[in-house]
Nanobody, 115 residues
């Protein structure tokens, strides 16, 4: 199983980005996928999740600004980041928490928000 995260970059405060997580080796359509982030000198924290039936959940800090979605035929999960603030600067990781009893992580993609 591989999770390939991409789409990070440098963006000004108030701007937007779309992160992608391409999943291979697992059936995306039957899985919950999550996004986490880790800012410098901080612990990794939950950002958003989407279940196999499309139910979504968000951390309070990103509600109303971030949107998670999935494209099962493309085996890809997206995280749309809007109204970015400096506190959103972090490495963003996609996560497949339970595929055949195992927990899988992507390599991360860096988002830097300049103020």
């Amino acid at each position: 199983v591989q999770l390939q995260a991409s789409g990070g970059g440098l963006v000004q405060a108030g701007g937007s980005l779309r992160l992608s997580c391409a999943v291979s080796g697992a059936l995306l359509r039957i899985n919950t996928v999550k996004w986490y982030r880790q800012a410098p000198a901080k612990q990794r924290e939950f950002v958003a999740s989407i279940s196999s039936d499309g139910a979504t959940d968000y951390a309070d800090s990103v509600k109303g600004r971030f949107t998670i979605s999935r494209d099962n035929p493309k085996e890809t999960v997206y995280l749309h980041l809007d109204s970015l603030i400096s506190e959103d600067t972090a490495v963003y990781y996609c996560n497949l928490p339970n595929w055949r009893g195992n927990n899988f992580w992507g390599q991360g993609t860096l988002v830097t928000v300049s103020s």
